[in-house]
């Protein structure tokens, strides 16, 4: 069993940055994908961003260019940070974790607020 605790969340204006973290009770080495996701009152669960053990990380359209993903094996943290923030990133924002290519583990999650 992984448990993740996600922090870094907050108010920020438009145009803000924002950092989370995602801190895990195991080694990440071991598992494959590091994920963000977020999820807005008007909105199911949206993929952000993810960061493979290996190769290059990967972002959703609507947040390419501006966030970055990034793991710390040695910390067994992952984070994402956040650049020009817009109103319609505000969401709760969760982090995953998994073994393969499912994700299967979850935190309880980091509100983030952008205010216009």
């Known amino acids: 069993q992984v448990q993740l605790v996600e922090s870094g969340g907050g108010l920020v204006q438009a145009g803000g940055s924002l950092r989370l973290s995602c801190a895990a009770s195991t080694s990440i080495s071991r598992l494959n994908f590091m994920g963000w996701f977020r999820r807005s009152p008007r909105n199911q669960r949206e993929f952000v961003a993810q960061a493979r053990d290996t190769g290059a990380p990967e972002y959703s359209d609507s947040v390419k260019g501006r966030f970055t993903v990034t793991r710390d094996n040695a910390k067994n943290t992952v984070y994402l940070q956040m650049d020009s923030l817009k109103a319609e990133d505000t969401a709760d924002y969760y982090c995953?974790?998994?073994?393969?290519?499912?994700?299967?583990?979850w935190g309880q999650g980091t509100q983030v607020t952008v205010s216009s």
């Open positions: 995953a974790a998994a073994r393969a290519s499912v994700y299967e583990y």
